[in-house]
Every structure is written in C-alpha cells, then in structure tokens.
C-alpha cells in the first residue's frame, strides 16, 4: 500500500484491507505512537464534514504529525476560481499526504492522478468514502470476532446511501448474507446488488423492519431524508417505522449490534444509546484507529 | 425507379483511402462527428439511407488518402457496432474487417452525471466499456464511477 492512493474501495485488495484492520487493531492497544513526527499532512475539506476531518486530524495528531489545509472551500483559493488540479499540485508541495473531502464525484480520483503524491479520499459527492467503510468493516470484525459469514441487515435509505454501498460491495467477499430494509422507493440499486449476485450471495429484500430482528449479527442502520421523496406524503408514511426502539430489539441475538454511520437524526431512539447492543459511538472512535492505520500504511511507516 | 434519362451523381470509386460500410442508417451522422471529419481537409463522400442487403438499409462513409488505427476507428463502434472498415490502395481492397467495441474510451464522450468532475473542470473523459447481460453497451466513467447507457451518450 505505500504510497498508494485511496480513492474507491475498490482499489485495495482484501488481504490489503485485513492488513490494514490489523495495523488498526495494534493503534487500538497503543494509539499514541509519535511516527508522523516528521511529517506533515494536508487535510483539504473543500466542503465541509466536521466528523470525518476531526477523526483524521485526531488519527495524525495521536501520531505526532503536523496538519495544515482548510476546513471548507470558502477559506481557500478556490473561492478565487482555482482549479481543482492547481490547489492539488500545490499542497504536494507542502506536504506528503493529502486527505481530501469535495462535493463533485470523481474529485479524488482526478487529484491522485495530478498530485504526485498519495491522496486518501474522504468523500468525493455521492461516490466514495472508502475510510467509512474500513471503520465498519474493523467494528464488525471487533464486535463478530470474523468477517466471515455475516448476516447483516441494511435499514433506510439504502439507494443514495454511499456508506452502504461500499459496505456491501466490500462484504460480499467475506460470504454475507444481506437483509436489505427499506420503502419501496430507496431500494438497493441493481448495479449494487450485482456484487451479491456474482459473489454467488443471498440478499432478501423486506419494507418492514421487525422481519429480520432475529436473524442479524449487524444491524446497520442509516437516515431517511425527506428530500428523497418525491411524494411527502409519502415520507410521512414511512418515516416513523425505520426509526429504532429497543422493544424491537428483545428478540434479536446475544452477538447483534447496531451501527450507523453518524451523524444520526431521530432513526435510533436516544434510549437505544444505553443499549449493551448499540455500538455506533464505538464505531465512530473506531475511525481513528482505522484512519491512524492507514495513514501509517501509506507512508510506509507500519 | 430505372431512369435512363435522369441525370445520376456517381460517387467515383477511391484510389486510395477508407470506405466505412454498413453504419445504421440513423447513426451515419454521429458517425462523422465521433470521427471529426467535420474539420477534414480530405474529400469525404457520405450517404444514409442506402439500401442494404444484410441490413435493410444502411449508410456509408468514403474518405480519400487517410487511413485509420483501431484504436481511432474502433470508437465508432459505440454507435454503429455493424460497421465494416474497408482500406483501399490503387482501387484495390487491401483490408476489410468490421470495428470492435473498444475496452476504454477517452475524451469524446460526456459523462452523464451532471455532478461528476468531468462536467465542471477541464478533465478529459475516460470510461470502461462493458455490455450487459442484455446486450447493451455501457461506459463506466473512470472518475465518478457512474454509468452512462448507450441512449445517453452524448459526444463531445
């Protein structure tokens, strides 16, 4: 993985993603290790996302390393019509990382091919934060002990759900079985489904989630935005029976877990939080170990 | 329709150069376009709803003294997979074979996702192309990941 980018989750294979858990495992012991101390990052939010840019900055400040960039693009020169590529070979100049967050599709791939050094995407629109995915792939191998043979169950919006989708492509080679749940309209895209497909997977589709409460290791949940619907009405209809209480959680198993990407609206009742099977805030502090592992895989350092 | 006393055009045969035969009659003009002989300096001959016997009806492009490399002339298959490229020298046929679907295109074809980068900055296009189980050819865009169908290609 040294010196290489990123940017989709496709890019690395299993065995390098299981590498990186591992290193992830070892910061989880011991998360201070000053290796970054001559080193400096470049954190480059040309949107803004508070939660990934703190985890990052905490995974490289835990290592030791410096940070310079910005937290949003009206702080930068691209407020002052730059191009993407000018402010990317730019920053290569000052640092010897990038990690990037930017609203259009396809931005991080496009800086890795002009920057010259490596670049970690951190959201690029609506495609790809492979880093989310790590995080969630480490906090089900924590919480199951194994990647392997997973039932898992998606609830909500799983058809714009980035987080998702490359949940489901990156266990479908771990031999999951999936429970997709969700209204009619948000259903898993078929281009997504077809990683399960030729996996040689199961996935059963459902609208109602009190169907798959017994039969889960992880449950995954994920917000429904109202912006989503054509029909409001139709939002007001579903909206109240994704959210998650815990008498719907008395039959589900010993091992199960409830994880959710962040940031949460009202999907997962606030008494959930003092359930022994929720993990969400777990996962999240997860990121850290996740990203300070990659980071440090990246530059060669681990 | 044999009327001696009409006056024909004849399109002459070439002496040298490439006849693309068999383009589906309603793709002959994004043909030339995919092709950029709008800015040729060479003779171009062109002409579209012909009648074919393999096809029913077919249209077909003759340029003069310019010969093409797969790569360049592969792309036209993304709208005419039927086309057959037949280079002549001295009137002579000297090789004949029909495109292929190219495995990666560059910087012709639009990206359908309005959000992607392509659409906003100077970023040269470039896409898998793959066809799926029902036949159908589709660009997976190399940067936004999105797809962009046969029906909503758009070139640039």
């Given at each position: ?115 010259g050094i490596p670049i970690i995407n951190a959201g690029d629109g609506a495609n790809q934060h492979p880093t989310q995915c790590l995080l969630d792939m480490y906090s089900i191998r924590k919480t199951q002990g194994t990647l ?25 080679e771990f031999n999951a079985t999936f429970h997709l749940v969700s209204p009619e309209e948000l259903k898993l895209p078929s281009v997504i489904k077809k990683y399960i497909k030729d996996a040689g997977l199961k996935y059963h589709q459902y609208t109602d989630i009190e169907n ?91 | ?156």
């Amino acid at each position: 993985m040294k010196n290489r980018s990123l940017i989709s989750i496709n890019d690395y294979s299993k065995e390098e993603y299981i590498k990186v858990l591992d290193i992830a495992e070892d910061f989880e012991k011991n998360p201070r290790q000053k290796i970054l101390e001559n080193h400096v990052i470049a954190t480059l939010f040309f949107e803004p996302s508070t939660r990934t840019r703190l985890s990052f900055e905490s995974a490289i400040s835990q290592l030791g390393g410096k940070i310079i960039g910005f937290t949003d693009a009206s702080s930068s020169s691209v407020s002052k019509g730059e191009t993407l590529m000018d402010t990317i070979k730019t920053v290569a100049n000052y640092s010897d990382l990038i990690v990037m967050r930017h609203p259009l599709d396809g931005s991080a791939r496009w800086a890795s091919e002009v920057a010259g050094i490596p670049i970690i995407n951190a959201g690029d629109g609506a495609n790809q934060h492979p880093t989310q995915c790590l995080l969630d792939m480490y906090s089900i191998r924590k919480t199951q002990g194994t990647l392997e043979n997973i039932h898992i169950a998606f609830v909500g919006d799983l058809k714009y759900g980035r987080t998702v989708h490359s949940l489901v492509i990156a266990m479908s080679e771990f031999n999951a079985t999936f429970h997709l749940v969700s209204p009619e309209e948000l259903k898993l895209p078929s281009v997504i489904k077809k990683y399960i497909k030729d996996a040689g997977l199961k996935y059963h589709q459902y609208t109602d989630i009190e169907n798959i409460m017994d039969k889960v290791d992880v449950l995954y949940m994920t917000r429904i935005q109202r912006e989503r619907f054509a029909d409001p009405m139709e939002y007001e209809r579903v909206k109240n029976s994704y959210i998650l209480k815990n008498n719907m959680l008395e039959n589900s198993k010993p091992n199960m877990r409830i994880l959710h990407p962040l940031p949460r609206v009202n999907e997962i009742e606030e008494a959930v939080d003092q359930n022994p099977k929720a993990y969400y805030f777990q996962q999240a502090k997860n990121g850290v170990f996740v990203r300070e592992a990659l980071i440090a895989s990246i530059l060669g350092l681990k | 329709m044999e009327n001696t006393n009409e006056k024909e055009l004849k399109v002459s045969a070439l002496e040298n150069g490439t006849v693309i035969d068999h383009i589906p009659s309603n793709r002959l003009f994004t043909a030339l376009k995919i092709l950029n002989f709008e800015s040729s300096k060479n003779p171009v001959y062109f002409g579209t709803n012909m009648s074919s016997k393999k096809y029913g009806s077919k249209g077909i492009i003759k340029i003069s003294d310019r010969y093409f490399g797969r790569e360049e002339i592969n792309k036209i298959a993304l709208v005419a997979p039927t086309a057959t490229l037949i280079e002549i020298k001295n009137y002579k046929v000297v090789s004949k074979y029909t495109v292929e679907t190219p495995s990666e295109v560059q910087s012709f074809i639009k990206c359908f996702n309005p959000k992607c980068i392509t659409n906003h900055q100077a970023v040269p296009t470039r896409f898998k192309v793959f066809i799926d189980d029902e036949g159908i050819i589709k660009l997976r865009c190399h940067y936004c990941e999105k797809t962009t169908t046969q029906e909503n290609m758009v070139f640039i």
